[in-house]
């Protein structure tokens, strides 16, 4: 599995100690984040994450900014995205399952190196559910069709 990592001025160090969990945990990484600490544009490496999953250069995607969310939120522009903020491991998990999540936002200044990890795993451990989910999950898209012009 591939997953892709992007993340601003305040998700550096988080950043490197994730990166670093993920490698041992055997996982293929693409570094799309900043690797420094001067101030920067978080909607840029959101978006920077959020191609990688979209084009499947990626299988999914973590994206850190101060809080999870505004990432997120420019990640969620892209289509064909699920990003989805959280900050303890039961709803990272859910979200896979149920929502068919594709990347997994935190906040750099809300949870520490532990529970980002543990946050990560829970995320990447779990899988989509399908059946009754996936009727959900499609909505999603039905909804974003219907204010752009998208075609699969």
């Known amino acids: 599995m591939k997953i892709v990592i992007g993340n601003d001025h305040s998700g550096v160090d988080l950043k490197k100690q994730i990166l670093e969990h993920l490698i041992e945990r055997g996982f293929e990484t693409i570094n799309v984040g900043s690797d420094e600490q001067s101030s920067c544009d978080y909607p840029i ?89 996936k009727l959900r999950v499609n909505i999603f898209d039905e909804i974003t069709n219907r204010y752009y012009d998208i075609k699969e």
């Open 45 to 133: 490496y959101g978006e920077k994450v959020a191609l990688e999953v979209a084009s499947g250069r990626a299988d999914l995607g973590i994206a850190i900014c101060g809080t999870g969310i505004g990432i997120s939120l420019a990640a969620n522009r892209v289509p064909g995205i699920r990003a989805a903020v959280c900050s303890e491991p039961f709803s990272a998990k859910l979200t896979r399952e149920h929502n068919n999540a594709n990347i997994i936002a935190f906040g750099a200044r809300v949870v520490g190196v532990g529970l980002a990890k543990m946050i990560v795993d829970a995320f990447i451990d779990a899988s989509f559910e399908g059946e009754r989910h």
